[in-house]
């Protein structure tokens, strides 16, 4: 069964930091990349970061440095702590998973979370 569920965000003033929690299945942790989305209103969604099934990550040139994604094996949960929040941060949040075991191009994502809206004002 698919499932990513996510939860966290808020709303936060810049330079605050907040966390996203994200919910998913073991064979997602074992085989795939997961990673964390973003879209502002109006745009499209982009990629912030992926990690994949051994722990190596990737970031967007805008999260690096201030955010960090990371999961928990033993929880099947992925995190993303956002650190040093700008208002081009706001936006719905995604978690997603990929299923492709060998590669984590920001285009292969096809299973998604419900969402979740971060505001930085």
């Known amino acids: 069964d698919v499932q990513l569920v996510e939860s966290g965000g808020g709303s936060v003033q810049a330079g605050g930091s907040l966390r996203h929690s994200c919910a998913a299945s073991?064979?997602?942790?074992?085989?795939?990349?997961l990673g964390w989305f973003r879209q502002a209103p109006g745009e499209e969604r982009d990629g912030v970061a992926v990690?994949?099934?051994?722990?190596?990550?990737g970031y967007a040139d805008s999260a690096k440095g201030r955010f960090t994604i990371t999961k928990d094996s033993a929880k099947n949960t992925l995190y993303l702590q956002m650190n040093n929040l700008k208002p081009e941060d706001t936006g719905m949040y995604y978690c997603?998973?990929?299923?492709?075991?060998?590669?984590?191009?920001?285009?292969?994502?096809?299973?998604w979370g419900q969402g979740t809206q971060v505001t930085v004002s």
């Open positions: 997603a998973s990929n299923n492709n075991p060998y590669g984590c191009p920001w285009d292969s994502y096809v299973y």
């Open positions: 990690i994949d099934k051994d722990g190596s990550t």
């Open positions: 073991d064979y997602m942790f074992m085989t795939y990349c």
